[in-house]
């Protein structure tokens, strides 16, 4: 066993990233096949189908095998899958008892993640629209319920796993568990710390974009077709549509487009309306308490006019007044960086898949591993380059990597990996204590197996 990849298949069933990757298995062009349905649990008042089970397992495996590890229908898979989705509805039900809610802000910033990973595993946004043949406004609607269920079900795990502590003894223990010549070979490894900046687009690239828009709108206002200028002008998704935005929450909308259009009466048109895609023009269709349907023409700023070479001096003069110690990289990062995420952190950056400050060199993306590479030493920083800010506008940026520190390929060890090993141990003492905790809310919730054989039944 390796120690460096431990998970419940339970836990990881019922996990926000597996519900996405169903989402992004549609826009691959995966697909189930279906066979005559019925229900194989009740849980409570609500039914489990077998579709949904066979559904479930599908992209498991399939997520599974685009990690390289091989994997193959079973029936006891398919019983962690029956069983996951039952602590799904399980759990679901605690939540309201324990009033656990979510906010429309925490869902809508989750959305947002998720939709730019489908963006960008279909390609584009016009090619995942093609691919669902749906708009991104309808695919968020019709995803926010399911969505908004796994962010409750996430947060009620937390609250039980965040009680969940672990000394050092344990840790040790759970170390000793694995024989020398079992144990795995880490990578070599490196800390970074970076300094985000945008590069401002020029005044006359906006000015131009301005002026097109409010040529539009007053086209518009003369007589002219709403829809045919939409097909005709407009860089947004919807311009096929007309511009037509279906019917959605305020919240779902961008702050400055949800406060123009809900400003309007029925078909009204608005003023020329900034925001961090461009400017719009706004029809509205109609209001239903808070929501609205609306016709939007977007007018995007030319990106090819940034001023670059200004933006990679700012970070020239950064780094050298850095190397020169009149303040320090970390200083530097939070009063200059433009990456909120980082910045508040001195810059440094966190691996979003261990939690922890360190990278696999070979892991890292190839333009970070080639500008990496020229960094001899600790503490050396890097001079500017490129990036897209994974963000809803994948951002044109550049930044300067420092490397904090660099950890050559070693066997796992306690002195080297504590943290790391940390990290393992509390996340299988975590999900034992999970487990019990599901098993004893199971105890108050009727559940009855239809049709199950008894090998796939059993408790577990």
Known sequence: MNVLRSVS???FLTSLGFLWFGLIGVVQG?????????IVAIVNDQIILKSEVDQELDQYIQQVRLQGDEMSFSES??????ESMIDNKVMLIQAQKDSVVVTNEQVNRQMDVRVQELIQQAGSETALERAFGKSVAELRREFREPFRQQLVVSQLQSQVMGQVTITRPEVEAFFATFPEDS????????????????????????????????????????GESFEEMAQEYSDGPSAPRGGLIPMLPLSDLVSEYAAAASALQPGEISEVV???????????????GNRIETNNILISIDQATIDEQGTIDSLMAIREKVQDGLYTFSDAARAYSEDDESS?????????????????????????YRTVLLLDEEGDISEPKPIVLPDANETQAFRILRLDQRIEEHTANLEQDYQRIEQI?????????????LNEIREEVYIEYIGVPEALSSSR
């Open 30 to 38: 995966q697909s189930t096949a279906k066979e005559a349905d019925r």
């Open 77 to 82: 898979l398919w019983k962690n899958a029956l």
């Open 9 to 11: 298949p339970t836990v």
């Open 425 to 437: 141990a509390l996340q299988q003492k975590q999900t034992q204590e999970l487990t019990a905790w």
């Open 274 to 288: 900034e925001t961090s895609f461009g400017f719009h023009v706004i029809r509205l269709i109609k209001k239903e």
């Open 183 to 222: 144990l795995p070979t880490i990578p070599e490894q490196v800390a970074l710390s970076q300094i985000v900046l945008k590069p401002e687009v020029s005044q006359d690239a906006r000015r131009s974009a301005f002026d097109r828009a409010a040529m539009v709108r007053e086209r518009i206002l003369s």
């Open 344 to 368: 508040s952190a001195g810059g440094r950056l966190y691996n979003a898949q261990t939690g922890d400050r360190f990278y696999p060199l070979r892991g890292l993306d190839p333009a970070t």
